[in-house]
């Protein structure tokens, strides 16, 4: 019979080991850079004007300052290690998407470069200097930012600063 309690609990202690989450990533730091704007279409045209002439693609962060996700993905992108990558591959620029629902500001700014809807908030368009989209299928996957890793960031926005464009995306 003791035997059996023993088992019982090896068994139980080994199953209680296994049923403990993993921890949480470490929350990553937090920017506010999405402000309400009625130029939002003429600050990418903007981005795509220097993207031209510097040969460098576009990063297109649209996001929502009261969306943490979108606060924390502005975060990382402003840390030395982001700056140096985006210097180097991207023009940069922030487009308030401002709170869910039928009005939502900007969504016009996605359509054009071929993506229908703003399912969530932040949302990351690749563009090469002549509007192309680079991301089609990950453009709105980035509602988790705020749960990813600084290093899958990062990993992610340096494969697609080389990634060749998907044709008939274009501007």
């Known amino acids: 019979m ?3 309690l023993l088992i019982v609990a090896a068994v139980l202690a080994v199953t209680a080991c296994a049923s403990v989450p993993a921890p949480a ?3 990553g730091p937090e920017a506010r850079p999405y402000q309400e704007s009625d130029t939002a279409s003429a600050e990418v045209d903007a981005a795509l004007a220097r993207a ?3 040969g460098k693609r576009v990063l297109l962060v649209m996001g929502a300052n009261w969306c943490s996700d979108s606060r924390v993905l502005a975060g990382w992108l402003a840390t030395d290690r982001f700056v140096d990558l985006i210097e180097r591959q991207y023009e940069l620029v922030y487009v308030d998407i401002g709170m ?7 969504v016009g700014v996605a359509r ?9 908030s932040p949302n990351v368009l690749v563009l090469t200097h002549d509007g192309a989209l680079v991301n089609p299928t990950t453009a709105t996957t980035w509602r988790n930012a705020g749960s990813r890793t600084a290093d899958a960031i990062y990993d992610e926005l340096a494969t697609l600063a080389d990634l060749p464009a998907s044709p008939g995306n274009t501007d």
């Open 25 to 27: 990533p470490a929350p």
């Open 112 to 120: 054009r470069f071929g993506v229908p809807e703003l399912p969530g």
């Open 100 to 106: 869910p629902g039928p009005d939502r500001p900007n």
């Open 2 to 4: 003791k035997q059996v």
């Open 52 to 54: 031209r002439q510097s």
